[in-house]
């Protein structure tokens, strides 16, 4: 979908009435325009931060984890920041560092509130001549204090996605190889004492890149996947998993593009309704998309919600494009993201209403 088109669908959803582009004050204020290019908050201003995540536990309060240093490529003084929001995103705290090993860049950061409300947050360790280690970190304070960190495997790997808690106890964490390719689940029966690596099959045209995981009933997950292989043309593949992340099904391409350059999906529930958040076109747009699909292979392309442009025009921003998205009430999402460009290097907040069909909670 070209400018033209995204700006014409964005049209008719706002003149149906299922989006309200802009957070205001309250929810009753009128929107600007019928798609947004400018973020409702501001997180982060840094050096260069970047791919965030955002989670939300049962009280209603937001946390967000990313990285910041100076450089988007390897810098030893990178390093994870975390900050929380108690007004669902409107305003948050200064952010503060909560992982800096010496001498190595922390990054590629995320988080997840597990079901005791303890707070579980991975990212990976990169070093100058580009090796890494999956590690993760736990708060029981709501983030005042963390517990050391500790690998999630022995193996070159890197994080993107959260871990998430599946109905049977276990804790699953995505994550892939690198240096190297392929998508890799890491299991915890035992609440994150001990960890098991599992490979995930490969495919033609296809090659284990930054995943994200659902599960979308008990012991079914749905699994998505950027694509780094160097024919992509970004579209997203799809596994799934029917016995809890144990064994998973060979990729199948989906037909859903990012656009211009890959970017990870975002998977998660609003309400009852199975959300993928993504770049459609990578620093230029980004937009929400459902499925009727019951094998989640194809999504409702066609009635994709967009949700903003970085640019009023449509011109890409030098970079971001990982957006993260959150339930915040029962027809609003929050999308956090990255943007740099010249109007500044910082983590952003994006308020997107949604049909009122997505939900009931």
Partial sequence: MDRRDFLSHSIRFAAAGLTSPFLLANDSEAPESPIKSRPDVVIHEGGYPGWPW??????????????????????????????????????????????????????????????????????????????????????????EHWEPSFALSQEDTRTRSAPIALSNGDILVPIYRAPGNGSLAVLSGDGGRTWKTISLPDAEGYVGDEWDVLEVEPRRLIGLHRNNHKDTDGTFWKTE????????????????????????????????????????????????????????????????????????????????????????????????????????????????????AWGPE
């Fill in 241 to 356: 998993s029917a016995d809890a992340g144990r064994t998973w099904s060979k990729p199948l391409r989906t037909n859903v593009v990012s656009a211009r350059h890959p970017s990870p999906p975002n998977i998660g529930f609003h309400g009852k309704t199975v959300v993928l958040t993504y770049a459609d076109r990578r620093m230029v747009s980004v937009s929400m998309v459902t499925a009727t699909d019951p094998a989640f292979s194809r999504w409702n392309i066609d009635r994709r919600l967009p949700c903003y442009l970085y640019r009023p025009g449509g011109e890409p921003i030098a970079d971001g494009s990982y957006p993260s998205s959150v339930q915040v009430s029962r027809t609003r999402r929050l999308i956090v993201d990255y943007e740099i460009s010249a109007e500044g290097k910082r983590i952003t907040g994006h308020f997107v209403d949604v049909p009122p």
């Fill in 54 to 143: 955002v989670a939300r536990d049962p009280k209603g309060r937001l946390f967000c984890v990313f990285r910041d240093d100076s450089v988007h490529g390897f810098s030893s003084t990178g390093r994870v920041l975390f900050t929380r929001s108690d007004d669902l995103g409107r305003t948050w705290s200064p952010a503060r560092t909560i992982i800096d090993e010496p001498g190595v860049d922390d990054r590629n950061a995320a988080i997840a509130v597990l079901p005791d409300e303890s707070l579980l947050v991975c990212y990976n360790t990169y070093t100058k001549d580009e090796r890494s280690q999956a590690r993760a970190a736990r708060s029981r304070d709501s983030g």
